[in-house]
């Protein structure tokens, strides 16, 4: 593609979704938006209501993200930035893409009012753990990851989003546990593809997203069991348990996992079982 000093933001819309869609990239238009909203710095109205002009500066990095992205890359690593529940995290090869449906442990998270302390369980890029402190749903807040590169990103995400908010981020091997405290909730992401389903995902994800976060090298239950083993342990009387589920883990199995407890189950937008709340 060859630019010039003359190239409108408009202009760049219409020609790049086109270039997009003809390599079969899902929301092609969209993902141009937010390539241009993160180099000109603004919102994506502003690219529709002011005259501007993109600089052959910027004309050389949107031909380098599209290079990127048509070989594969998610554009959230491209873009070194996810957007959840309103906020821009930064995400690298090291977290889980944040996804809105994970937004829903949030929404149940908020019937509860703001509590004393909340456990986030493999916080990744800290997504739900900060977004939990900025909406001022808990006092203090304890969230674990197995990898240090991981809690990098997190305190970053902190830094950048609720500096001032109680967060304690700390290395934690969930599945061999050394925390000793109770908590009012408990939420987690888990990973939970089944290790023999993830050949079948899209190569975006299985080629770029860090593995350990998306399956648990098993049958995708691994995790679930240990919630259900230290569930007593770690909640406070009266404690509830947030956690998201996959399209692969059955409700029987799930049931049967956490015979001891009450489970219920919520479903998120698209009529898919998605969170489990467990008491």
């Known amino acids: 593609m060859n630019f010039d000093q003359t190239y409108s933001v408009l202009d760049c819309i219409k020609i790049n979704t086109k270039y997009l869609m003809d390599y079969n990239i899902d929301n092609a238009q969209c993902e141009i938006e937010l390539i241009l909203c993160s180099l000109l710095q603004c919102d994506k109205i502003d690219l529709y209501t002011k005259n501007q002009k993109i600089s052959q500066k910027d004309c050389l990095i949107i031909e380098s993200y599209i290079k990127r992205r048509i070989a594969g890359e998610p554009i959230q690593y491209i873009l070194k930035n996810s957007y959840f529940y309103g906020r821009g995290f930064f995400v690298n090869e090291n977290v889980l893409i944040p996804r809105f449906d994970s937004e829903l442990i949030i929404d149940i998270a908020k019937k509860y009012g ?14 739900l753990a900060i977004t939990i402190a900025a909406e001022n749903l808990a006092k203090n807040i304890v969230a674990t990851d197995i990898s240090k590169q991981t809690i990098k990103v997190a305190e970053y995400n902190k830094q950048k989003l609720c500096p001032e908010k109680n967060i304690n981020f700390i290395i934690d091997d969930f599945l061999n546990s050394t925390i000793n405290q109770q908590f009012d909730i408990i939420i987690s992401n888990p990973p939970y593809i089944p290790k023999n389903e993830i050949d079948k995902l899209d190569d975006i994800v299985k080629k770029h997203e860090p593995i350990k976060a998306l399956t648990d090298g098993n049958d995708g239950y691994n995790f679930y069991n240990k919630f259900s083993v230290l569930g007593k342990k770690l909640l ?44």
């Open 236 to 279: 406070k009387k009266n404690g509830v348990m947030l956690l998201e589920i996959g399209i692969n883990n059955k409700i029987n199995e799930l049931k049967k996992i956490f015979c001891n407890y009450t489970i219920e189950i919520f479903k998120d937008l698209n009529d898919i079982p998605r969170v489990i709340k467990i008491y």
């Open 114 to 127: 703001c509590v004393d302390n909340i456990l986030d369980v493999g916080t990744g890029s800290g997504n």
